[in-house]
């Protein structure tokens, strides 16, 4: 079983926890993405990274100075956001580790795919980033046309089960080029709210979806759950699994009105 998530904008350097255990898969087609952003001017790169000036200011001097190969953090502890603070990787034990390192993967715009031990430095580029990038007679409009169905092979001559906690914005570049025999769950997190007419629906709220993702990761870790069935014990948060809601293709967990983060 392998578990896919999103990455984070905001990055550190944070060598002073773990040491990198591994190099990432794509480091090659990482270099020529590198090389590509290096050519545009600060505007354009701006409108790519779609930020304020003092973030722009940030990633134009990482980009300038950047070394693939040098002052390398394990891709799990060098995200920051609410999906990572709700995951907490910098305080598993050795089991939780070891756990993280052969299940978890991390989509990248930048990297392609990483593993949690995986060495990485800073970088700012989305999935859904537009490019206009030729390399061996071939033109690139956008990283999904970049990347291809290279991840998505990765991914299944690893495992052929994937349990999907990343966003749909990141799951597309593996989803559609998965070959059938590769089971994809999608683990789902919504809330009842109200409706003008007093009635109720289900909605997925963005910033609690990022949380219940990384608490789904934390969960797994801390039970060591190694099949589908395990997922569905998932009670954190204020979720509960909805058998009748799921199907083989998406498992949903619903946050009552009545409980609270």
């Known amino acids: 079983m392998k578990i896919i998530i999103s990455p984070a904008k905001k990055m550190n350097v944070r060598e002073d926890l773990l040491p990198y255990e591994t190099l990432p898969f794509f480091l090659e087609q990482a270099e020529t993405l590198k090389i590509y952003l290096k050519t545009l001017d600060r505007k354009t790169l701006q409108q790519m990274w779609k930020c304020n000036d003092a973030i722009a200011d940030l990633n134009e001097r990482r980009l300038k100075t950047m070394d693939l190969t040098k002052c390398l953090t394990p891709a799990v502890l060098s995200y920051e956001g609410l999906q990572y603070l709700h995951m907490s990787p910098s305080v598993f034990d050795d089991r939780q580790w070891e756990y993280v390192k052969e299940?978890?993967?991390?989509?990248?715009?930048?990297?392609?795919?990483?593993?949690?031990?995986?060495?990485?430095?800073?970088?700012?580029?989305?999935?859904?980033?537009?490019?206009?990038?030729?390399?061996?007679?071939?033109?690139?409009?956008?990283?999904?046309?970049?990347?291809?169905?290279?991840?998505?092979?990765?991914?299944?001559?690893?495992?052929?089960?994937?349990?999907?906690?990343?966003?749909?914005?990141?799951?597309?570049?593996?989803?559609?080029?998965?070959?059938?025999?590769?089971?994809?769950?999608?683990?789902?997190?919504v809330t009842y709210r109200e409706d003008k007419k007093g009635g109720r629906k289900l909605v997925t709220k963005g910033t609690e979806a990022k949380m219940a993702r990384g608490e789904m990761v934390r969960f797994m870790a801390e039970r060591s759950v190694e099949d589908a069935e395990g997922l569905k014990a998932f009670d954190r948060l204020g979720y509960c699994y909805e058998e009748a809601m799921s199907d083989s293709a998406a498992y949903v967990f619903v946050k009552q009105p009545d409980k609270t983060i």
């Open 103 to 189: 299940h978890l993967y991390i989509l990248s715009g930048f990297y392609g795919l990483l593993r949690a031990a995986d060495g990485i430095v800073p970088y700012r580029l989305e999935m859904q980033a537009k490019i206009d990038m030729g390399q061996n007679g071939v033109t690139y409009n956008s990283l999904y046309d970049f990347w291809g169905e290279l991840i998505a092979r990765k991914l299944a001559r690893e495992e052929k089960f994937i349990v999907n906690l990343a966003s749909k914005e990141y799951s597309k570049a593996v989803e559609a080029h998965l070959p059938p025999e590769t089971a994809f769950i999608t683990c789902q997190f």
